[in-house]
């Protein structure tokens, strides 16, 4: 069964911590891993990784992929509270033209002050 | 920034009504899914379509069903709404296509938090 697993499933940090949230996945053939950042409303997309051991980077968040151990890391540096949400981790696998994706179950992250 | 709405954002209707949640985009994207996800837990594919007269179940099964009729419309329809059906729908579309992936992303509406009483 495809599947996609996020720890930790909930996290609770100050401002300035460095966090690194987790994502693991079996799925059969596995085309690319994304982040999405879910507020109150929708998703919003974060980072998208197809090759492995390139980091992606935007601000203070990064991402890597290790295709070799099934697992991509999100790194948030210096958190501060807007950052509090539920980070999902989705793969989409499949065919070249009939990909779905699979979400994992979030973390969701609570920066106090 | 993405154009795929959703409506209604909310709704509250007692059980045996027929509901249908309307979701439309204007990106020409052929991909497009409905997720099903409760307060706190994951998303949950319940349909999607590759395109026109293409739909098919996601991996949660759902009493819901889906038409694609245009490219730019994917509404979502319940025959007879139960309380079990409580939850928010998320619609979402993508260009993820062949060898060109493009940014592979899903982009999201609103989402329609339906409340069956």
């Known amino acids: 069964e495809d599947k996609v697993v996020q720890s930790p499933l909930s996290l609770v940090v100050h401002e300035g911590d460095t966090v690194t949230l987790n994502c693991s996945y079996e799925?059969?053939?596995?085309?690319?891993l994304l982040w999405y950042k879910q507020e109150k409303k929708a998703p919003t997309f974060l980072f998208m990784l197809?090759?492995?051991?390139i980091e992606k980077k935007s601000g203070r968040l990064s991402s890597i992929l290790d295709k070799k151990e099934l697992s991509s890391i999100l790194n948030i540096t210096a958190t501060q509270t807007g950052d509090s949400a539920i980070y999902l981790c989705?793969?989409?696998?499949?065919?070249?033209?009939?990909?779905?994706?699979?979400f994992g179950q979030g973390t969701t992250l609570q920066v106090k002050p | 920034e993405a154009d795929i709405y959703q409506t209604p954002r909310y709704l509250v209707i007692g059980t045996g009504k027929k509901i249908t949640l309307e979701c439309s985009q204007t990106?020409?994207?052929?991909?497009m899914y409905w997720y099903q996800q409760d307060p706190g837990m994951e998303l949950h594919l319940i349909h999607y379509?590759?395109?026109?007269?293409?739909?098919e179940k996601g991996d949660l099964s759902s009493e819901s069903t889906v038409s694609r009729i245009r490219t730019e419309h994917f509404p979502l329809t319940l025959e007879s709404a139960r309380p079990s059906h409580t939850s928010q729908y998320l619609c979402?579309?993508?260009?993820?296509?062949?060898?060109?992936?493009?940014?592979?992303?899903?982009?999201f509406g609103e989402g329609s938090r339906l409340t069956v009483l």
């Open positions: 979402a579309s993508s260009e993820f296509r062949g060898t060109n992936l493009n940014t592979g992303e899903l982009f």
């Open positions: 799925v059969t053939n596995f085309r690319s």
């Open positions: 197809t090759s492995s051991g």
């Open positions: 989705a793969v989409i696998h499949g065919s070249s033209n009939t990909g779905k994706l699979i």
């Open positions: 990106m020409g994207h052929d991909k």
């Open positions: 379509s590759y395109g026109v007269n293409s739909t």
